[in-house]
């Protein structure tokens, strides 16, 4: 992309990842890894909903979202809505995407990327956000993931939400053996954390609110629609 293609209103929501959606993925993770995943891989993951969550973020070049469907009741600040049911039709290009595995009580990240043209706006927590969300929604107790110890953009936005290192995973990225600090976080059963992390979730739709990136409104909150991420 280039500045001509960015320029005007930057509104961005997200969508649970299709199949359709893949080539376009790859894409975009080309852009911004080194060590991108098989187009396979991505397929493959998509046939289990049941232990997988695979989202995109998309961008949309209007002032309105149309024929948004309503939002899931997450009772809290929502996207245009926060995730947007799958449509039969989508023009509007992808410009990151996210990802995990869960199992039992526990919810693994395999992978958040946001298009370098795209980045400094507050889309990658806007992602991890999003995951959060779905790993409350689940019912799991710790998020967990795996980073590049040269990554300190990344490992900063970790620490902001409560992840510690926890390990390390030498030689464990294959594009050049470089190696991956293993992060946990908080409980998010724990009451002190999920009051921190809801904290943290306001304060970044608030700031997107106000760039006009996206807009939400607030509403209940995770007691009553959590009891089941």
Request: hydrophobic letters at 30%; a neutral charge; proline letters at 6%.
């Amino acid at each position: 992309m280039n500045n001509e293609t960015t320029a005007g209103p930057r509104r961005y929501y997200v969508q649970p990842m299709r199949v359709e959606d893949v080539p376009e993925v790859s894409r975009v993770e080309r852009r911004c890894f080194t060590n991108p995943w098989p187009e396979s891989a991505y397929r493959r993951e998509l046939r289990n909903p049941a232990n997988n969550y695979y989202i995109v973020l998309r961008w949309h070049r209007g002032e309105r979202v149309e024929g948004a469907g309503a939002p899931e009741p997450r009772g809290r600040l929502a996207l245009l809505p926060l995730i947007r049911r799958s449509e039969p039709q989508v023009t509007d290009p992808i410009v990151g995407f996210a990802g995990m595995w869960v199992l039992y009580d526990e919810a693994h990240i395999t992978t958040i990327g946001v298009d370098p043209d795209h980045r400094g706006r507050g889309l990658g927590e806007l992602l991890l956000v999003s995951l959060f969300d779905e790993a409350i929604r689940r019912s799991a107790e710790w998020v967990t993931l795996e980073v590049r110890v040269s990554n300190q953009t990344a490992q900063a936005l970790y620490e902001k939400y409560g992840f510690t290192r926890q390990g390390l995973r030498r030689r464990y990225y294959s594009d050049n053996g470089e190696d991956a600090y293993i992060m946990w976080s908080p409980s998010l059963r724990d009451k002190a954390s999920r009051q921190r992390y809801d904290e943290l979730r306001e304060q970044l739709f608030a700031r997107l609110a106000a760039e006009g990136i996206v807009t939400g409104q607030h509403g209940d909150e995770h007691g009553q629609n959590h009891s089941g991420h």
